[in-house]
């Protein structure tokens, strides 16, 4: 199962992934392919607009972590990344949604 934490307080702090799915054989797991592929392309969104942010990728471990530092950015690149990562979530909260054997999504919510 993969296991998706989004950390947040008024804004997203961190989106974290761990886990593989289990729906197919590697390589061949079309839920693992969408979750990359959403979270690969939301990190590379953030990498091209020079926002910053640290982005952790493990294969080893298959884990994925995106935490925006928000005290460095400008004012139109915190609209930036709140759209970008509000996108993210919400895909992932579909993807939980359609195959919920396979995705487990939590929000932790911080004062």
């Not at 886990?19 to 392919?33: T, Y």
């Not at 953030?46 to 926002?51: F, K, P, T, V």
């Not at 471990?61 to 530092?69: D, E, L």
């Not at 895909?91 to 396979?102: C, F, G, N, T, V």
Request: aromatic share 8%; hydrophobic share 40%.
């Amino acid at each position: 199962m993969t296991k998706i934490t989004v950390i947040r307080d008024e804004r997203i702090k961190k989106v974290e992934i761990r886990g593989h799915a289990g729906f197919a054989e590697k390589g061949e797991d079309i839920v693992c392919a969408g979750i990359s592929s959403l979270s690969f392309a939301a990190g590379m969104a953030l990498e091209r607009y020079g926002i910053p942010a640290e982005i952790h990728q493990d294969e080893e471990n298959a884990s994925f972590a995106i935490i925006p530092n928000w005290s460095d950015m400008t004012e139109k690149q915190a609209l930036r990344t709140e759209t970008i990562l509000q996108s993210l979530v919400w895909a992932l909260e579909d993807l939980a949604e359609s195959y919920p054997r396979y995705v487990e999504l939590d929000t932790v919510r911080r004062c």
